[in-house]
């Protein structure tokens, strides 16, 4: 996670973040970003070999507050027609979660509104299949 105060208003930042990410040829599998914040989900083996040379040089081309990385995270996404516009389908996801001490470490609700994704530790991955499949196939 790339953070940065206001980073919303600063023209090309994230263009000089993805930048970066050519620069090593790397590509990435989403990235949401918030007010102060931008998240970039890379697969780890892609990334490990360059690591600090790319927390270097976003540093170095955004002059942003911190860049924190978070290994292992593993991707997850419910996918349904038409889920936003059904109540409770995310406290649904996020109870079954909480009830078996998986802790999400990211969500994106998908712009199509055809899926949600959420980022957990690659551990409690089998856990994550068994229990969402218990809580939306099986009831």
Not at 5 to 27: D, I, P, S, W
Not at 116 to 122: M, Q
Request: charged letters at 25%; a negative charge; hydrophobic letters at 45%.
């Amino acid at each position: 996670m790339i953070e940065k105060v206001r980073m919303n208003a600063e023209h090309g930042f994230g263009r000089k973040v993805l930048q970066v990410l050519e620069k090593y040829r790397l590509n990435f599998d989403h990235m949401p970003t918030g007010i102060d914040a931008m998240s970039i989900v890379i697969p780890t083996d892609n990334l490990l070999p360059y690591k600090e040379d790319i927390r270097r040089d976003i540093l170095k081309e955004t002059q942003a507050d911190s860049i924190h990385f978070i290994d292992n995270l593993a991707m997850v996404a419910v996918v349904g027609s038409g889920m936003s516009k059904k109540i409770g389908v995310a406290a649904r996801l996020f109870t079954a979660l909480a009830e078996q001490g998986i802790l999400i470490n990211s969500i994106i609700f998908a712009p199509s509104e055809l899926s949600l994704i959420i980022g957990i530790n690659e551990d409690d991955l089998p856990k994550t299949i068994h229990r969402l499949y218990d809580s939306f196939i099986r009831d």
